[in-house]
């Protein structure tokens, strides 16, 4: 896992633009697997900038969001398909043809469900994709005791999760009970993953999944089992990790490498 601790929320949002604009750069049919949450937005307006700017072009890219609530209308304010299509896919100019969220008012949910695995298997895989973490250590909605090895299909939410989202909402009581949410499986098929967390309410759920044992309480933690995790850290969220300066060391090293300048002898 790769640890990269910034100064701050910009920065973080800043270097997650870096790599999904990176790997569309490359390849401008990428498939991106996408998030929502407070944290992304940073990220989302960046790219849009780069958009404004002729700097970045996402018009070919297939997108899979990870989860979607259920039981809010079509085009409900809070719904995550209105979030996206607000805050990336229309001003950064995404073809919605090929945008995807968890069907979530489909009439049988767990057809839609294996329905999605098998759309994301028919784009070829998601290529890079971009997660936040919820205080519990969710991602996605995947709940704490939620299985390791979990496919899409619909998840209850915790009291915590509910009460955290709520302030998108006028109330909690408003904040829908269940979602559908892509399975920790899911996401680790995903050829690359890059984590953002930010502020210090996530400081603890940041160390647990980095510095604890692999375990379905927590179920970023599964994401140690991944070949390619970059998590993306502002100092707030870092704050409770014990071997911070040893990811300060790999990171500087590894910024030498990608600059080609590496010099054993200077380590
Ligand atoms: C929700 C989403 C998650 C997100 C989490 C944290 O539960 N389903 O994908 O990571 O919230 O959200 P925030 O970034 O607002 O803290």
Known sequence: ???????????????????????VAKNPATVLGLAT???????????????????????????????????????????????MESNLFAPAGFNLDICHLPPSSAKNLSVACSEYESSIEAAGGIEI?????????HIAFNEPSSSLASRTRVKALTEQTRKDNAR?????????????????????????????????????????????????????????????????????????????SYYQQVEAIQEKLEQGDFDPNLI
């Open 1 to 23: 896992m790769r640890v990269v601790i910034l100064k701050d929320e910009t920065a973080v949002s800043h270097r997650a633009a870096d790599l999904l604009c990176g790997a």
């Open 37 to 83: 949450g407070g944290t992304p937005l940073g990220t989302y307006k960046e790219m849009v900038s780069r958009v404004e700017r002729g700097e970045a072009n996402f018009s070919e890219c297939t997108t899979f969001n990870l989860d979607e609530y259920v039981g809010l209308e079509p085009g409900h304010s809070q719904s995550y398909r209105t979030f």
């Open 129 to 137: 994709q971009l997660l936040g973490i919820g205080t519990d250590g």
């Open 168 to 244: 998108f909402f006028d109330s909690i009581e408003q904040v829908p009970k269940l979602a559908i949410t892509m399975g920790i499986g899911t996401i680790l098929d995903a050829s690359e993953i890059v984590l953002l967390a930010t502020g210090a309410s996530k400081a603890s759920a940041v160390c647990a999944f980095i510095e604890g044992p692999i375990s379905a309480q927590v179920p970023a933690s599964a994401l140690q089992l991944h070949p390619r995790v970059t998590v993306l850290l502002d100092e707030a969220a870092a704050g409770w990790l014990t071997r911070r």
